[in-house]
């Protein structure tokens, strides 16, 4: 699916000068429940509920028969992190997940830049080719990597590669981490070039210019003021890029295989092969804690600084 | 101001944006230029010209089965996410009330939450309530991650528009239903417009929920391209490929058109 920005609702509407006569908010309270209660039970029963109930799954004991009950027990966790083989595949999750969010900021950088300070017409452009892919299914973009990075002579780089004479012999990506990296990279790039370019678009251009007027050169104007002032979709960014990485199925499936193993690929195998529920279950409850934690760490940072700056 | 942009930072960051938007369209472009290659197998440079795999393609009776039961699951999906988000997101925009805050964050929590994961707790769930219905199982699936960006949209086109003119309106006599319907409706309809075509997208495209509760009878267009990726050499994946890509850049223009591409993401 075109998996697409995570972010916070225009938290409070403008604020508008008190009217006696508004019509929404002299609504009855009734009202607001009646509009919010359908989204929120189903939100409860088909996500709040299945959600908790699989986590807690994981503690659970599953019987030779397949069902799932006491006694409580740790014991999957201490398998998934007792095993070489798991703890190895949450490393190569980590991994992936940390060096496509790095290289997604290094990359995304300059194209946010150049979208926020350019003419309209280029903006347009470039946003165009930024956000469209997002609409694309993630399978169909997956395809056209592995189309590029197929080994042998097939692979459209290696033909690029070999056809230009810049290398003699074909050279291995697909079923790597590089390959993971690079599909990663772009399936989640726009999250981090989206609100990277809407923090830069909300400097104030009068903070450069005074930079400027106080003789700071444009480099030193970039590195004391620009990059400070962007931290805050920076952050966005990168936790976006990291969550869904970490949690991807298809980049990892399709263009890293076995040499590449994620953990949402063990989450697959756990419950649709091994039928092991509980440990599936763990595995999942693992990356969803790597996930909110990340999540809650951004979160907190970017309060902080806004309370920080109120003050 | 566009003289911001100069010296050696401009001459560092142009060239990378070129690179960047030539990384962003390669593996679509390859894959649309492989999807008339005349060839029994994937080759590049593409040799020839055909629309055979099109043809082939199309009279698939698999591709047809997916083909529909996507597009129906989508539309439902769709209808759903109206239904349920519409009125949540009026209640978080215009209404204050305790717990709001926490009231949005439950509706757009299915965002934060890793997609895959979320498809495993509902098949654990179908599963305990012995619910082997595999449409109902999927369309509740579906409404569940394409609810949140119709509350996100339809939240953002809320609190951009002027309530200004409804505090008018209702001056003017007119009463809360036909302010209603003749002010806020038309003034939030490219929002709506854009949710929807959201929704219908995010259903339409998504593999991470339907992995888990698809079946052989209902196989949507994602699972049907990622089966054949692992089992299928020839260009018809790319042919298929190319029609998803079609589709969506008629949407992307569509959004663009009723509501700007960008705020209807509410970046």
């Known amino acids: ?311 | 101001m566009s003289n911001r942009l100069s010296g050696p930072i401009a001459w560092l960051l142009f060239p990378v944006t070129a690179a960047m938007m030539f990384f962003i369209l390669a593996p679509l472009l390859v894959t649309v230029a492989i999807s008339f290659s005349d060839t029994p197998y994937v080759v590049f440079p593409p040799r020839g010209f055909t629309m055979n795999w099109y043809a082939k393609v199309l009279q698939d009776s698999d591709f047809q089965t997916s083909l529909s039961f996507s597009s129906l699951l989508a539309v439902g999906a769709t209808m759903g996410a109206l239904l349920l988000g519409v009125p949540a997101a009026f209640a978080v925009a215009r209404h204050q009330f305790p717990g709001r805050g926490a009231a949005a964050a439950m509706l757009l929590s299915p965002l934060v939450f890793p997609v895959l994961i979320t498809g495993v707790a509902l098949l654990q769930l179908f599963a305990t309530l012995r619910s082997d219905s595999t449409p109902l199982n999927m369309l509740i699936a579906h409404v569940l991650v394409t609810m949140p960006y119709v509350v996100r949209t339809v939240t953002a086109s809320l609190t951009l528009a002027d309530t200004n003119l409804e505090d008018a309106a209702r001056t003017l006599g007119a009463g809360r239903w036909r302010v209603f319907r003749r002010i806020t409706i038309p003034q939030i309809a490219p929002g709506l417009a854009a949710g929807a075509l959201f929704a219908f997208m995010v259903s339409f495209d998504n593999f991470p929920i339907s992995l888990w509760l698809a079946d052989a009878q209902h196989n949507p267009i994602p699972l049907l391209v990622f089966q054949m990726i692992g089992n299928v050499f020839e260009p018809s994946i790319a042919a298929i490929s190319t029609l998803m890509i079609l589709l969506a850049m008629v949407i992307v223009m569509a959004l663009e058109r009723v509501m700007g591409l960008r705020r209807a993401m509410a970046i």
């Open chain 1, 1 to 311: 699916m075109a998996a697409l920005p995570v972010q916070a609702l225009p938290a409070t509407p403008p604020a508008r000068a008190r009217n006696p006569l508004r019509v929404w908010p002299a609504l009855p309270q009734a009202a607001t429940t009646a509009l919010l209660l359908p989204s929120l039970a189903f939100l409860v029963m088909f996500f709040a509920f299945p959600a908790v109930g699989l986590l807690a799954c994981s503690v659970l004991t599953q019987a030779p028969d397949g069902t799932i009950g006491l006694p409580l027990t740790l014991e999957h966790y201490r398998h998934f992190f007792g095993t070489p083989l798991y703890s190895h595949v949450l490393l190569t999750t980590l991994r992936i997940s940390l060096v496509t969010t790095g290289v997604a900021m290094a990359l995304g950088y300059p194209v946010a830049l150049v979208m926020v300070r350019t003419n309209p017409l280029v903006n347009r452009i470039l946003t165009m080719v930024v956000i469209a892919p997002l609409i694309v299914s993630v399978v169909v973009r997956t395809y056209g990597w592995q189309l590029i990075l197929a080994n042998g002579k097939t692979g459209i780089l290696n033909w690029l590669l070999l056809t230009t004479g810049l290398m003699r012999s074909p050279v291995k990506l697909l079923y790597s981490e590089t390959a993971v990296v690079i599909g990663s990279l772009h399936v989640f790039y726009p999250m981090m070039v989206l609100p990277l370019a809407s923090a830069l678009g909300r400097i104030d251009p009068r903070i450069e210019d005074a930079a400027r007027t106080l003789g700071a050169t444009s480099w030193r104007i970039f590195r004391r003021v620009t990059v400070p002032l962007s931290l805050p979709g920076l952050a966005v960014g990168a936790t976006l890029v990291f969550s869904l990485t970490a949690g991807s199925f298809v980049t990892p499936a399709i263009l890293g295989g076995s040499s590449a193993q994620m953990l949402g690929m063990l989450v697959d195998q756990q419950i649709l092969v091994v039928y092991d529920w509980p440990f599936g279950a763990t595995v999942a409850t693992v990356l969803v804690t790597i996930v909110l934690a990340v999540n809650v760490v951004s979160f907190r940072v970017l309060n902080l600084r806004r309370t920080a700056r109120a003050a």
